[in-house]
Structure formats: C-alpha cells, structure tokens
C-alpha cells in the first residue's frame, strides 16, 4: 500500500522540543517534495514546511528559526525537528508529498498522513 505515515507528536511544555517523522512506504521518497502541515483546533490547515526532492527547504515566517525540515532518503524519512514550542504550535501535524519541488499546497498533494497530535502546554 502507498503512503505516507507520522509519527512522533505529543505533550510537550512550553520552550520544548520535538521531532516528527514521515515514513513513505511502497514507494521511495527521494523523487518528491514533502511537506508539513498543520491545522489547529477552528483554524485551517496551513503548511508549515517542505522540502523539496533535490533538498531545497522552505518554510513558513512562523516556524523559522525554530522548525528545521530534513530528509534521509536511505530511510525513506523525512523529519522535522521542532525547538522552542510555543503554545501557538498546538495542532494536528500532517505528512503531504508529490513529486517534485516545493511549495505544496492542500489541493496538489499525492499522499496525506492521518496526522499526528502536537500539543504545547503553558
């Protein structure tokens, strides 16, 4: 079955860390840029970041400086490192790809994880 899956989210405090994971299976990630993205209780889904398949990166205003996207294709995974979590950051995370390069947007994906909980406490 192709698809994308993530993992690594949960309850985090306020100035912490986390890093999420994207695993593609049946097909190989290193030809398509993956994204994330994020959407917060009554709000809409935004993209967060997204890297490219020749590793170009590019990222929301919100999220830089503090969100680092990265792959490792020998892993078929790709990741993102999360520092200084704000309470702001509080959403479901989601895994898109397609082929190619970034930016993604919601209407042109291949592939969507199921999502995973990211929740910042104060």
């Known amino acids: 079955q192709l698809q994308v899956a993530e993992s690594g989210g949960g309850l985090v405090q306020v100035g912490g860390s986390l890093r999420l994971s994207c695993v593609a299976s049946g097909f190989s990630l290193d030809t398509y840029a993956v994204g994330w993205f994020r959407q917060a209780p009554g709000k809409e889904r935004e993209g967060v970041s997204c890297i490219s398949s020749g590793s170009s990166l590019l990222s929301t205003v919100s999220v830089k400086g503090r969100f680092t996207i990265s792959r490792d294709n020998a892993k078929n995974t790709v990741y993102l490192r999360m520092n200084s979590l704000k309470p702001e950051d509080t959403a479901v995370y989601y895994c898109?790809?397609?082929?190619?390069?970034?930016?993604?947007?919601?209407?042109?994906?291949?592939?969507w994880g199921k999502g995973t909980l990211v929740t910042v406490a104060s």
């Open positions: 898109a790809a397609r082929p190619g390069t970034c930016p993604l947007y919601s209407s042109n994906i291949t592939y």
